[in-house]
């Protein structure tokens, strides 16, 4: 009896699984799109991947934050502007969470991703002479740069990635390179060795930051300038410099002491248009094109572009 149902329904099962197989080449999943538009006249400049193909994008102008999905090239906003409340860079801590830098406000805000919900806000001054502009997370804090003072803004996380009181944060000032006027540091990550690396804008270097003592040094590039770097992306020992105005996005490979880096290649096409920041998703890299040398009206197009990593 067994051997009459083998003989019978493993036939079966082998050309129904054939036959899927069969359909599943017939119909490849279709790629994900290289260019994902934005809101007219959204003005962004933070972007942020997390969970599955979910990719969030801050607007400088009123402070919205898009949702999106990098599969479909589909969204909606999901954080309402509200006018003189901008926000720049963004990143989701491991519970979740997107924490934004609040640009010129001088503060900084967690949200829940799902709904849009804030769930706290931290004032680091009082709105003066500040530009909080990126932000990087790591297991013990987060760190803001402030593209006008010579400060890191230092969220520490609570144990279990608890939200500390909006009182407790502390503000570290810079010493060395890294502390030189008008450098406009910008973009911002951690390197395996505990130093954070920061980028400047106006003077095309990148500096190796202490997180417990604000001393600097430079990370040496071997004379190679970054002039106009925005977002810093960084993955093991490969480091994307996107460079904004410059429509170049450097790719270097850091030596493995993370104190210095050789420019591999650099990325460049008319699909870039003034890219900020971006985030690496599998074998791509995601940018936001902030198009800086345009002035921003209601009908501006605005969008996210794919480009090989």
């Known amino acids: 009896m067994h051997r009459l149902f083998s003989l019978l329904v493993v036939p079966l099962l082998a050309?129904?699984?054939?036959?899927?197989?069969?359909?599943a080449a017939a119909h490849p999943p279709k790629p994900f799109p290289a260019r994902i538009a934005l809101p007219d006249g959204f003005t962004p400049e933070?972007?942020?991947?997390g969970h599955g193909t979910t990719v969030y994008v801050g607007s400088v102008l009123d402070g919205a934050v898009w949702r999106g999905d990098l599969r479909t090239g589909r969204g909606?906003?999901?954080?309402p502007g509200t006018?003189?409340?901008?926000?720049?860079g963004l990143e989701l801590d491991?519970?979740?969470?997107?924490?934004?830098?609040?640009?010129y406000t001088?503060?900084?805000g967690v949200y829940d991703p799902r709904t849009g919900a804030r769930l706290a806000h931290h004032q680091f001054n009082d709105g003066s002479n500040t530009l909080v502009n990126d932000l990087v997370i790591t297991e013990r804090a987060v760190y803001f740069t402030d593209s006008i003072r010579p400060v890191l803004y230092v969220v520490p996380l609570a144990p279990g990635?608890?939200?500390p009181a909006h009182t407790a944060f502390r503000v570290l000032p810079l010493?060395?390179?890294?502390?030189?006027?008008d450098a406009f540091n910008n973009g911002i990550v951690a390197l395996p060795n505990g130093d954070l690396l920061v980028a400047q804008m106006l003077t095309g270097r990148l500096v190796r930051v202490d997180p417990r003592t604000g001393g600097s040094a430079l990370f040496d590039l071997g004379g190679y300038s970054v002039d106009r770097a925005d977002g810093l992306v960084l993955r093991g020992r490969t480091l994307h410099v996107i460079r904004n105005l410059s429509n170049v996005i450097a790719v270097v490979r850091l030596n493995s002491g993370y104190t210095a880096g050789v420019v591999q290649r650099e990325i460049t096409g008319p699909q870039l248009r003034s890219p900020a920041t971006g985030d690496l998703f599998g074998s791509a890299l995601y940018v936001v094109n902030g198009r800086f040398d345009v002035e921003s009206t209601p009908s501006t197009d605005y969008d996210i572009v794919r480009v090989p990593a």
């Open 15 to 23: 050309a129904a699984t054939l036959s899927t197989v069969g359909a």
């Open 46 to 49: 933070g972007l942020t991947i």
């Open 76 to 79: 909606s906003v999901l954080i």
């Open 83 to 88: 006018p003189g409340m901008p926000k720049a």
């Open 94 to 103: 491991r519970q979740g969470r997107l924490w934004t830098a609040d640009f």
């Open 106 to 108: 001088g503060g900084a």
């Open 161 to 163: 990635g608890r939200l």
């Open 175 to 181: 010493t060395g390179p890294a502390a030189t006027p």
